[in-house]
């Protein structure tokens, strides 16, 4: 707009010069000219451009004024508008702050330490789950009555235990088989830790003070590691029962009697059971299993009773163990569980080491099968084969059971074997045992897939007089056999030189079990015992010849339990 005013103030300029340049010579000449009208009017022209002039640069500063206000408008609002976004863009910022501290601070750092209590069990462990630690407790006294013939004189009272091969004066009972010993005894009492490291590592240390009869000083009853980054798959070292069948893998804590078959509880006893040192591999999947183990000794312990600790041997044994198991039929609420297991040992322990010619005699490997019965109040051991001399032993055994709902049918077998090396005839033995379960109040035991066993069941309705709640309660009946005796001959007569009179034991046992809650159980045992045995040594037995030394009686007892 400026431009526009100096090009017409200059041709305003110009017009003004030309009019004056004009006029001059007409004045001059002092006469009136026709011109003098025309530049007059051409004067009024010009001086009415210059008002107009003058008008229209007012009104361009007018304007110029009224841009520049509109200009401070516009950038006052958008500096405004900037602090406005600034400022909630900083509140914004803020108040993520604020959440992203209260989430930490509801959420433990991956360092931190969880402390929680599972069923009563206190469990701690870092927020990501890659340690873990947790208390292990078991607490289980038993109380027991035998009811038995009255003790008569030695001469007429033949009740006895002992070996049937390699007795001798100090090792034949004549007394304790006659007069079984009512009372308590706590046969478990367990306290450890276990738990996980790095994600991968699992372990396991648990020290065991009870006993059969009377409680034993303690010992390392499990202590192991296990590897288990290599899903299925499972490695484990240390000092553990490896998996040799469904009661041998049942926890001790949900056993449905107070103790397993005998059939069983002996052929655990061979190359596994509680306390054997071994490595085992093992893999599951929901309705299977595979294990495998190396085996050496168990841990060495003072004998219950006998105040003398476990001599060491001039060799470990080395066994291995194996098992199969899987439900190949299974629906919402049932299941069919079958197995196969066994051990083999593959050379004893070696008892005497070398001979004073250098060798070790053949006698210094032996394999022994021996059992207390099924309630361990009293620790004396009614069926006993002795010490055999062996090259090497095996087990075999068979699984079966079927659970429908609260209802459970389970049966295992047992065949053992050992090949003697004194040149007898090598013996074979059998067991077996049958046992039906109910949930009286209706829960189901548990099937543990890692285990293929059942573990006990959830407790739904916990003791309480003020809900009119009263716990889990399960009724149960089992019958077991077991048979030591091998070409025992008949009664009267002397056994054969290959005769094992190692004695049978068969058991009708009938149950209660009563969970109050998860932590404590109390079970309610009836047993009658049958014990069939010829004598194995007249002289050392101090009978007749093949005299019956077995016997038959009941027992009664009481399990208080309390476990986590």
């Known amino acids: ?102 989430a930490a601070a509801a959420k433990p750092s991956p360092s931190s330490v969880v402390t929680t209590l599972a069923a009563g069990r206190p469990i701690w462990s870092t927020a990501d789950g890659r340690f873990t630690t947790s208390v292990h407790a078991i607490l289980q006294m038993d109380a027991g009555l035998y009811s038995q013939a009255a003790a008569g004189p030695i001469a007429t009272d033949l009740r006895r235990s002992g070996p049937a091969v390699g007795a001798s004066a100090g090792n034949v009972d004549l007394a304790h088989a006659r007069d079984l010993k009512d009372g308590v005894d706590f046969r478990r009492a367990r306290l450890g830790v276990d738990g996980t490291a790095f994600g991968d590592w699992d372990y396991r240390l648990i020290f065991d003070f009870g006993g059969s009869g009377v409680e034993n000083a303690g010992q390392l009853y499990e202590g192991w590691v296990q590897y288990s980054g290599l899903k299925p798959v499972k490695v484990r070292v240390g000092a553990f029962s490896p998996s040799i069948g469904l009661e041998d893998q049942a926890s001790t804590n949900s056993m449905p009697f107070l103790e397993r078959s005998a059939a069983e509880d002996i052929a655990r006893g061979l190359a596994a059971g509680d306390t054997r040192i071994n490595a085992e591999v093992f893999a599951n999947g929901p309705h299977w299993l595979v294990s495998g183990a190396i085996t050496g000794r168990t841990v060495g312990v003072l004998s219950t009773g006998t105040a003398t600790p476990t001599a060491q041997t001039f060799g470990d044994p080395l066994g291995f163990v194996g098992r199969v198991a899987a439900t190949p039929l299974h629906g919402s609420d049932w299941l069919v569980h079958l197995g196969a297991h066994g051990s083999y040992v593959d050379h004893p322990a ?24 099924e309630l361990r109040v009293d620790g004396t051991k009614l069926i006993n084969t002795g010490a055999l001399t062996a090259d090497h032993a095996s087990t075999a055994g068979l699984e079966l ?74 009724m149960g009946v089992r019958y077991s056999d077991m048979d030591l005796n091998y070409r025992q001959g008949l009664a009267g007569t002397a056994p054969a030189a290959d005769a094992v009179r190692g004695g049978e034991e068969q058991n009708l046992s009938a149950g209660l079990n009563w969970w109050p809650n998860p932590l404590v159980r109390f079970m309610f045992d009836y047993q009658h015992v049958r014990i069939s045995r010829l004598s194995p040594n007249a002289a050392l037995y101090q009978t007749p010849t093949g005299a019956q030394i077995g016997q038959s009686y009941d027992t009664v007892s009481v399990r208080s339990q309390f476990a986590f």
């Open 1 to 102: 707009m400026s431009a526009n005013l100096s090009r017409r103030l200059a041709r305003l300029s110009g017009l003004a010069l030309l009019l004056a340049g004009a006029s001059t010579p007409a004045l001059a000449a002092g006469r009136p000219d026709a011109r003098d009208a025309k530049i007059e009017a051409l004067e009024a022209q010009v001086q009415q451009l210059v008002a107009d002039h003058q008008k229209l640069a007012a009104e361009d500063q007018q304007l110029m004024a009224q841009a520049q206000a509109l200009a401070a408008e516009v950038e006052a609002l958008k500096q405004g508008q900037a602090a406005q976004a600034q400022s909630v863009q900083s509140v914004q910022v803020a108040q993520a702050k604020d959440e992203a501290r209260a």
């Open 350 to 373: 070696d008892a005497s080491g070398v001979g004073t010619n250098g060798l070790t005699p053949a006698s210094s490997y032996t394999v022994a099968f021996s059992n207390t019965q």
């Open 401 to 474: 059971a079927a659970q429908k709902g609260p209802f459970l049918l389970q049966s295992e077998y047992e065949h053992f074997a050992i090949a003697r090396a004194d040149g007898v005839a090598s013996p074979h033995f059998h067991g077996w045992y049958v046992e039906g379960l109910w949930m009286l109040s209706g829960e189901a035991r548990k099937y543990n897939a890692q285990t293929a066993a059942f573990d006990a069941p959830p407790v739904a309705r916990p003791f309480s007089l003020k809900d009119g709640t009263w716990g889990a309660w399960e």
